[in-house]
């Protein structure tokens, strides 16, 4: 406790952050802003506020989208710093029962357990198969453990690959990497996974893929369970170990922020994928087709504030003949996912995408791009319920497509 009172005391209240924090811009609540929430939070860890609802509630309003770390002149932790809240008032605070086990069925049960997620998925795919997915709204359980939302935004699910521990490339050997897969990804975004490792074989690396990984513990993290992060730390770091690898590969922009973190001789080799192949080699024996089309990309947060790396997929979507890149309006704000954050604030979550919706159909683009699982899927769910027909897709999924990448030949 005595490193969060450090931490927040180097806040000087500049409120350089108020104009960049998304649920501050929607309140215009000063307890609703960076500075606001850390003022908060220090009366508590000295003892002179209590954790009641009202406090509870401005931190829970918080998405997490570091967006005041990134301007921050005092470098201010903010991330961590509202983790670590989170975890002290965690291990007392009251929740209703369905709010438990919703969290412990869905988090700890089924999200962070590979064997349960991939029974899940392929009844979800007979799900969506009986075209029940249009009928979720009319469904008493869905909605009693507000997963409404998830329902509606789930793309197509597609049959689940047995993933190789290695996978060889084409010609001469460049180099040997590890792919991350993550928990959500590795069912939901299958499509992007295995065009990665299309597109890393083709310009000459050995993927390797090890069966031991698991998540990345960003669900915990920012739940304030630590420990249960931690073990999940151990089990990546044990996992990728023993590989003379140049980078781990991370497809999802959340995972990769989270890996980051991991001790310094795992986390030096943590690379994006649109970062790895922004500088690799290979490329000048590649043939991409030409897409006369324009692409909007969004910028996650995860992207823009903690890995820095925002620029990457631009310079990979202009390797594509004839296409129309540009910024996504409004990159510098949250689409409001957020991991579980649309679950447990949904009004909040709705507002801001409802500004992204509005900013993809004004874009007139065909494409919209995102390197984050949660953010494409909330979007892609928002632009469904909206009648808004942009295909949404991973940076590294469209440019596979032109290099002669095929989703059901690539497993």
Known sequence: MSELIAESGRCVACGLCLPHCPTYRKTLSEADSPRGRIMLMQGVLEGRLAVNERFLAHIDLCLGCRACEAVCPNNVPYGRLVAGMRGVIGRTRRRSLWRRLLRSVLVDGVVTKPAMLRLVSGIVRIWQALGLQALAGK???????????IAVQL???KAQPRWKAVYLPVGEVRGEVGLFLGCVARVSDVETLSASIFVLNKLGYRVYVPSDQSCCGAMHENLGEAEKACN??????????GLNLDAIISTASGCGAT?????PAFAGKVMDISEFLAGAQGWEGAAIAPLAAKVAVHEPCSMRNVLRCANRP????????????EPLAGNDQCCGAAGTYF????????????DKTAAAKASGARFLVSSNIGCAMHMAGGLREAGVEIKVVHPVAL?????GFEDSKAR
């Open 314 to 325: 631009y310079d990979l979507l202009r390797r594509i003949p004839s296409v129309l890149v």
């Open 232 to 241: 999940f730390e151990r089990k990546n770091i044990d996992a990728f170990a």
């Open 259 to 263: 890996l980051k973190v991991y001790p």
């Open 155 to 157: 793309s197509p699910m």
């Open 139 to 149: 469904f008493s359980g869905l909605r009693r453990f507000g997963l409404t939302r």
């Open 399 to 403: 440019l596979a497509r032109q290099m």
């Open 343 to 354: 679950l447990s604030q949904p009004k909040m979550a709705e507002s801001l995408l409802a």
